[in-house]
C-alpha cells in the first residue's frame, strides 16, 4: 500500500507561478515512476508530466515548456513546478505512484488538489 499526500494548490492569477508537492509513504519499493495529472471541470483526466527513478521525463504538448517535474528520492516526494500559468490550466491536480512488479501493477493517487487560476 502506497499513500500518496499533495500540497501546494490554490488560487493563481493568470501567468502566475505554483510549486505542487506529494509526498509518498508506505510500501514504495525502489524502482517506481511518479506523475501528475489534472482534470479540469467536465474533462478527462490528462497526464501533464511524469519522471522515473532513473530520471526521464515526459511532459504533454499542453505544459511543455512551462512546468518542470522533479524528485527528490530521500524524501519520496516528486515536485511539479508550474510557471506562466493560464486560465486553462484551471483543474484539480493529481500525484500518481506507478511500479509494475511481474505482471502485478501498483498503481495508486493522491487526493487532489485545487489549482484555479483566475484574476
Known amino acids: 500500500q502506497v499513500q500518496l499526500v499533495e500540497s501546494g494548490g490554490g488560487l493563481v492569477q493568470p501567468g502566475g507561478s505554483l510549486r505542487l508537492s506529494c509526498a509518498a509513504s508506505?510500501?514504495?519499493?525502489?524502482?517506481?515512476?511518479m506523475n501528475w495529472y489534472r482534470q479540469a471541470p467536465g474533462k478527462q483526466r490528462e497526464l501533464l508530466a511524469s519522471?522515473?527513478?532513473?530520471?526521464?521525463?515526459y511532459y504533454a504538448d499542453s505544459v511543455k515548456g512551462r512546468f518542470a517535474i522533479s524528485r527528490d528520492s530521500a524524501k519520496n516526494t516528486v515536485y511539479l513546478q508550474m510557471n506562466t500559468l493560464k486560465p486553462e490550466d484551471t483543474a484539480v491536480y493529481y500525484c500518481?505512484?506507478?511500479?509494475?512488479?511481474?505482471?502485478?501493477?501498483?498503481?495508486?493517487w493522491g487526493q487532489g488538489t485545487q489549482v484555479p487560476v483566475s484574476s
Open positions: 519522471v522515473t527513478s532513473g530520471g526521464s521525463t
Open positions: 508506505g510500501s514504495i519499493g525502489g524502482i517506481y515512476d
Open positions: 500518481n505512484y506507478y511500479r509494475q512488479v511481474g505482471g502485478i501493477r501498483n498503481n495508486y
